[in-house]
């Protein structure tokens, strides 16, 4: 039987790889992807994956806001969520105090995670890269002394390097969600979701917002998340992305015909289960 392809955001040892372990086991190959977008562009591809998985919210960082543009335009569904539980670690080479360090490279939402910690340290240089581990493997490949990366402890071990301080983030109980990614024709129905995510648009008509969200309350449906996103090419008018918990579909299938009149645009990104958190 052939290893179900799941296409990541990084390189090996990366949140993201490990956020593919945690959901489907170990035995599952990756298709890095250099950026969000390219992430996006080869799930779309049925003959480079089975899916995809996309960090979408950090619990200190906040969301990422690319992502969800991303999503309304890819055609693709979400059929699963996980909660990780994520650990900075500060790492160099081995033998390299935190003095010797000139600058210190990760992902931008990593660099935010861990701010707090850097304050005591106005020597060190934060640079944005476009991943965890890859920051670590770029600095075990090209022997990169006086640099530093934040990455978890996976990375450490596989590219030999040394943890100078652990768990460094701002906020110990520190979790990245993720959504899990189909192509639409693949996705099998599930009778027995729920939680949703969708999003929509309003009129300008003073209140029209409040109505829906309204709406969603009657029908005893804890909105869990709102984010509000520009049109592009309309200034100053919004998409809200909303996700939405319920007991059952009957709860969710009947807000969503109550906002059908109100809403100038609605479309499901996905149905399905409340995801688990893993530590």
């Known amino acids: ?123 060190i240089k934060m ?40 768990e460094i983030e701002s906020i110990k109980d520190n979790q990245t969600r993720f959504f899990l990614l189909k192509r639409k024709n693949e996705v099998v129905a599930n009778g027995g979701y729920n939680k949703a995510s969708l999003y929509f648009s309003t009129s300008h008509d003073p209140g029209s917002l409040s109505y829906i969200l309204d709406c969603f309350a009657k029908e005893n449906i804890n909105l869990s998340k709102i984010q509000s996103l520009p049109i592009p090419g309309v200034n100053w008018e919004y998409f809200f992305h909303v996700d939405l918990e319920f007991q059952g579909p009957r709860q969710f299938r009947n807000a969503l015909d109550t906002i059908s009149h109100y809403a100038k645009e609605i479309k499901v990104l996905g149905t399905y289960n409340q995801g688990i958190i893993i530590t």
């Open 127 to 166: 640079v944005e890269m476009e991943d965890t581990a890859l920051s670590a493997k770029n600095i075990r490949e090209n022997q990169l002394v006086g640099i530093g990366a934040i990455a978890g402890d996976y990375p450490a071990e596989l590219y030999q390097l040394e943890i100078i301080a652990a």
């Open 1 to 123: 039987m052939n290893k179900r392809k799941i296409v990541i955001q990084g390189v090996e040892g990366c949140f993201h790889h490990l956020a593919v372990n945690a959901y489907y086991g170990e035995d599952v190959d990756i298709v890095p992807a250099d950026s969000f977008a390219k992430l996006v562009e080869l799930t779309q591809d049925e003959s480079v994956c089975d899916g995809g998985i996309m960090a979408i919210e950090n619990s200190i960082a906040g969301s990422i806001l690319q992502n969800y543009g991303l999503l309304q335009d890819s055609g693709l569904v979400i059929e699963g969520e996980i909660f990780l539980r994520i650990k900075q670690n500060l790492m160099a080479l081995p033998g390299q105090k935190i003095e010797d360090l000139r600058e210190v490279h990760s992902h931008p939402m990593a660099i935010n995670q861990c701010r707090t910690f850097f304050h005591d340290y106005p020597h």
